[in-house]
C-alpha cells in the first residue's frame, strides 16, 4: 500500500514536472521569437534615425546653401552616406556627385530624396 502510494506520488510528481517543462518551452519560444522582432525594430529605428540625420544635412548644407559646398562639408556628407551601408542610397549619391550639368543635379536630387523617404518609410 506504501509502494503505490510513493509510485503514484512519483508518477504525479513526473507528470507535473513534464507540464511545466512544455509550458515554459513554449513560453520561451514566444518570449524568444518576440525579442527577436524588437530587435528587428530596433535596427530599422537606427537605419530611419541615421537616413533622417543625412537627409537633414544634405537639405541645410546643400540645397539651402547659399554658396558652394567646401570641402569639410563635402566629406562629413560622404561619411553620412557611407555609414548608411544602403548601396541604392550611396548609388545615388554618386549620381549625384558626378553630374555634369545642373540638370542631372537636380535629377539626381530628386532621385536621392525619394529614395531616402522610401527607405524611411519601410
Not at 17 to 24: M, R, T
Not at 73 to 81: C, G, I, P
Request: proline share 0%; net charge negative; hydrophobic share 45%.
Amino acid at each position: 500500500m506504501i509502494e503505490n502510494n510513493k509510485r503514484a506520488f512519483y508518477i504525479v510528481l513526473v507528470g507535473i514536472l513534464l507540464i511545466s517543462s512544455v509550458f515554459f518551452a513554449f513560453n520561451y519560444f514566444f518570449t524568444y521569437k518576440e525579442l527577436q522582432e524588437i530587435e528587428s525594430t530596433g535596427g530599422k529605428t537606427e537605419l530611419n534615425n541615421k537616413v533622417i540625420d543625412f537627409a537633414s544635412m544634405f537639405i541645410k548644407k546643400v540645397l539651402q546653401a547659399d554658396k558652394e559646398v567646401d570641402f569639410e562639408t563635402r566629406l562629413s556628407l560622404e561619411n553620412a552616406v557611407r555609414d548608411l551601408k544602403d548601396e541604392e542610397i550611396m548609388s545615388e549619391w554618386q549620381n549625384f556627385v558626378g553630374s555634369k550639368t545642373e540638370a542631372e543635379a537636380q535629377n539626381s536630387v530628386k532621385k536621392l530624396l525619394e529614395i531616402l523617404i522610401t527607405k524611411i518609410r519601410k
